[in-house]
């Protein structure tokens, strides 16, 4: 049976990752070696890792003075990282879910960490406005997509500090303004390639400045310096990353993905509006993702949310339940999910209500 991918991460990949992928798996760059079993040193490989950087750089509109890195560690890791190499004697954080709970948590190791505003206390439905940054943090944390709430920052926002912005589940979703941001990290896992090599965008002149020493991985001035190559980097992530930037490319890059994934979450949102059988868990709908769609079955049809799931899964939809703390229903809608899996999950919504009295 065709299945459709709405797993949050790991999740869908374009086609042309997967198979290029293994392509370079069974015979890397003409070598007759697989990917796995070269050197990351290769001569081979170091084009790879030069191009993708290129790439990073070409299809985001990086300025000058910043580096791309690939590291190890996921996103998870960046949340120690990033407050060991920049906080000096205060942070600001955004409170908008658990990854952003997460990242604030592992900066308290480090020095006084300012929570500008949150909304866990109504279950992060919706991203805090209207705060105040102090002048005098040395940068402001935010995490533009919440992964598990269903919540996005959809614009670069201003701010008077550093920027520091976790975009693991909205990485290339739509055009950013690099120069707005200091340090922009995330895991590939979601949008990009599979799990195992993590991303930083770092903008050279903010390293260097805290005054505690810094182990010699942990310190991004390393992975500058060394290419990424400081150690060995996950190459087969990395070569799948480049597969997923080039088809990027081939389509149109980030205003026509943008468009793409604009017009997906518009069609689903508007049948969980429509359908009555479902609502959103968003309350403010300029905050909805675009990347991960939460709902839940309306109080009254309550006791049909397991049916409903196993009514989709007998239709081929993949990884639709609802993280724990949601309940309820979540499609991830990332960039590789072909529009007919929105389509597939709509006829499954409508048929579903259409069997209902
Ligand atoms: C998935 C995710 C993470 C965790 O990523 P790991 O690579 O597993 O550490 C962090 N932040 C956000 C926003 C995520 O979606």
Known sequence: MKK????????VLSRETIDNTVDAIKNFAGTELSLM?????????????????????????????????????????????????LLEKKAAYLNTGTWASKAQKEAKLFGEVIEVASSKADNFTYIPKNYTIPADADYFHITTNNTIFGTEIHHDIDSSVTLVADMSSDIFSRPI????????????????????????????????KVSRPIPT??????????????????????????????????????S??????????????????????FKGTVTVEEDRSLMNICFVMNDEYKNLEADFLQYAVSKGMVGLKGHRSVGGFRASTYNALPPEAVLALINCMQAFENSIN
Not at 4 to 11: H, Q
Not at 220 to 245: E, W
Not at 256 to 277: P, Q, S, T, V
Request: hydrophobic share 40%; proline share 4%; with cysteine.
């Open 217 to 254: 991985m942990l310190d991004y001035c390393t992975h500058i310096k060394d290419g990424s190559m400081f150690n060995t980097p996950p190459v087969v992530s990395v070569y799948a990353a480049l597969q997923t930037l080039k088809w990027l490319k081939s389509i149109g890059g980030l």
């Open 37 to 85: 079993e070269v050197s990351h040193r290769s001569k081979e490989f170091q084009a790879v890792a030069d191009e993708t950087v290129a790439l990073f750089k070409e299809i985001l509109d990086i300025p000058d003075g910043y580096s791309v890195l690939f590291l190890g560690g996921g996103a998870s890791l960046q949340f120690c990282m990033v407050p060991y190499n």
């Open 177 to 208: 303004d690099v120069s707005k941001y200091g340090l922009i990290y995330g895991g590939a896992q979601k949008n990009l390639a599979p799990a195992g090599v993590t991303f930083v965008i770092v903008r050279d002149d903010i390293l260097g």
């Open 256 to 277: 026509e993905i943008y468009r793409r994934n604009r017009k997906k979450a518009a069609l689903l949102y508007a049948e969980i509006d429509r359908n009555k059988l």
């Open 4 to 11: 459709y991918n709405f797993n949050a991460g790991p999740s």
